[in-house]
């Protein structure tokens, strides 16, 4: 517990900007990629199963809500 409440609503605010800002470097560093490989191209198609793979277990594992 944040010791007051201000310390703890600028730690959420915080943590906030901190993951949007993670995820949008995350996404450009894929889509950045993903420009360098032509459709159709064996990279290309490793990047999108990749990315469906994934997909499909981090919905799994939410819906089944492993780990509460």
Known sequence: AWPTRDAALL???AFGIGRAAAMTA???AVGA???RTRPGATAH???MLTAAIMAILVGGVWVAGVGH
Request: proline content about 0%; hydrophobic content about 50%; aromatic content about 16%.
């Open 33 to 35: 990629a993903g420009t």
């Open 26 to 28: 995350f996404a450009g």
């Open 45 to 47: 198609r490793a990047m």
């Open 11 to 13: 730690y959420m605010g």
